[in-house]
């Protein structure tokens, strides 16, 4: 015997707001906090409107992942997020058959699920995932908007409000990967970069609950660091590890040892780049 388990479905901003069903994320009744930096917002909301799928391209811990929230609070779409990696397949994004007791199920993966709810689609890191499983989003990408299951024979229509977003770091993951031309000339690229000092300062004493004098040394702090990052650094401190440490502040731990395990522990184990670094925290605060 053979059961679908693809579940009920809510409507965005009803009985399912701000809960978990099946993966979804229905949007809750407060807007994850973003502050805009350019045209960014209008670009997204016009591609969902025309059901372009969109790229995200930006530094890690610039603000993509809260952006794509956001902009589904906005448009009151339920999210389906996958952190992609090595190892996921074809089958982890469109769904397998799986045992249970006595019978033989099929289960949905976060794609076809998406599809069917008329979900944004948000794929994180992109190209950490294997070429022959990227290919799989293709159909979805076109005018089709089609995702064949090769396992069930069926071929899912994606429904309205149905959009893919996706996302990676092009500063270190392009010298060793990079999406094919054929996958990228599918999406509208839209580049996100670390906010202006004074916006980035704005979302560091809200997000972190500091005084914004705080942030602004904070900030002031995180560029002089991030103009070491070809020194040695693979990644430039991002607006993410601001707010940790301001976070680590606002809770009473003091503030060389907040900058030592939020700010720059996480970016090296290079003792003298460490060492190089504490200086300048020393020199700026």
Request: hydrophobic share 40%; proline share 6%; with cysteine.
């Amino acid at each position: 015997m053979k059961t679908d388990l693809r579940g009920p479905r809510r409507d965005a901003g009803g009985e399912g707001a701000n809960h978990l069903n099946d993966g979804l994320r229905y949007p809750g009744p407060n807007a994850p906090y973003y502050v805009s930096t350019g045209h960014e917002i209008a670009i997204f909301e016009t591609c969902h409107a025309r059901r372009l799928p969109l790229m995200l391209k930006g530094p890690t811990g610039c603000g993509k992942t809260r952006f794509v929230e956001h902009m589904a609070w906005r448009l009151g779409r339920p999210l389906v997020t996958v952190a992609c990696h090595d190892d996921l397949s074809a089958s982890d994004l469109t769904g397998r058959y799986i045992i249970r007791g006595n019978e033989t199920v099929w289960l949905d993966g976060p794609l076809t699920l998406a599809a069917h709810a008329g979900a944004i689609c948000y794929l994180d890191e992109i190209i950490e995932a294997r070429t022959d499983t990227i290919v799989v989003i293709h159909p979805l990408t076109d005018d089709r908007r089609l995702l064949p299951l090769e396992k069930t024979g069926e071929i899912v229509e994606a429904s309205a409000g149905f959009q893919l977003v996706i996302s990676y770091n092009p500063g270190y993951q392009h010298a060793l990967k990079d999406l094919k031309p054929s996958t990228r000339q599918r999406f509208v690229a839209l580049e996100l970069d670390f906010p202006k000092p004074d916006i980035e300062a704005d979302i560091v004493a809200h997000e972190g609950g500091v005084d914004r004098s705080i942030a602004v040394a904070l900030v002031t702090l995180t560029n002089r660091l991030r103009e070491l990052g070809d020194r040695g650094l693979a990644e430039v401190p991002s607006t993410r590890l601001i707010v940790a440490t301001a976070r680590l502040l606002g809770s009473g731990i003091p503030m060389r040892s907040a900058c030592r395990t939020a700010l720059l522990g996480p970016l090296t184990d290079d003792a003298d780049l460490l060492a190089a670094m504490h200086d300048l925290v020393t020199a700026t605060m």
